[in-house]
């Protein structure tokens, strides 16, 4: 089992940055940033391969937005610079113990946080 648990959310002026955290528990092959804004389909925001630290992003967060995890990968985080008022969403840490693709498929990930909410406004 994995268990997730987000946070560091919090409310900020668009342009402005914050860092979310996610405790890890138990062995992962690839993490990811999941996020979900009211009335919308949930939005794949990144993800890092546990063992290689590769990464990948979606455009809409690319060169804003950096995940990382810890050297221990008990903790992953995604920190946010440059946000903007559509960033505005609950956002999820996710994980997986199988190997193959790491995207950003929500199907592909079996353990979720609870979430943790982020509000930019103007």
């Known amino acids: 089992q994995v268990q997730l648990v987000e946070s560091g959310g919090g409310s900020v002026q668009a342009g402005g940055s914050l860092r979310l955290s996610c405790i890890v528990s138990?062995?992962?092959?690839?993490m990811a940033w999941f996020r979900q804004a009211p009335g919308q389909e949930r939005e794949g925001v990144a993800r890092?391969?546990?063992?290689?630290?590769?990464?990948y992003y979606a455009d809409s967060v690319k060169g804003r937005f950096t995940i990382s995890s810890d050297s221990a990968k008990t903790t992953l985080y995604l920190q946010m610079n440059s946000l903007k008022l559509e960033d505005t969403a609950m956002y999820y840490c996710?994980?997986?113990?199988?190997?193959?693709?790491?995207?950003?498929?929500?199907?592909?990930?079996?353990?979720w946080g609870q979430g943790t909410q982020v509000t930019v406004s103007s």
């Open positions: 996710a994980a997986d113990r199988g190997g193959g693709a790491c995207d950003l498929r929500g199907t592909r990930y079996n353990y």
């Open positions: 138990g062995y992962t092959y690839c």
């Open positions: 890092i391969l546990s063992g290689s630290g590769n990464t």
